[in-house]
């Protein structure tokens, strides 16, 4: 199982910036899906789940401002990521677990400036 995160990136507080992560070695569409982020020494805490059938759940600090999305013909899930904060800066990884086990990817890198 691979797992390739993208779109990270220095943003000022308020804008947008939108994560892409491609994966393969899965059956794609039946998997759910998750975006994780991990704050410098803070402990990797849960953002966004979307399910095979695309329910969705949110972290309450982002709830109203993020978007999950997943293409299953791209093999793709995404996260649309609005109204930005300075809290939200971190690494992001996309994670899916497979016969109970997880699997991460590299982690991309947001930082949103005040």
């Known amino acids: 199982v691979q797992l390739q995160a993208c779109g990270g990136g220095v943003v000022q507080a308020g804008g947008s910036l939108r994560l892409s992560c491609s994966a393969s070695?899965?059956?794609?569409?039946?998997?759910?899906l998750s975006w994780y982020r991990q704050a410098l020494g803070m402990q990797r805490e849960l953002v966004a789940v979307?399910?095979?059938?695309?329910?969705?759940d949110y972290a309450d600090s982002v709830k109203g401002r993020f978007t999950i999305a997943r293409d299953n013909s791209r093999r793709r899930v995404y996260l649309q990521m609005n109204s930005l904060k300075p809290e939200d800066t971190a690494v992001y990884y996309c994670?899916?677990?497979?016969?109970?086990?997880?699997?991460w990817g590299q982690g991309t890198l947001v930082t949103v400036s005040s």
């Open positions: 979307i399910t095979s059938d695309h329910g969705t």
């Open positions: 070695g899965i059956f794609f569409g039946i998997h759910t």
């Open positions: 994670n899916v677990i497979r016969q109970g086990v997880a699997f």
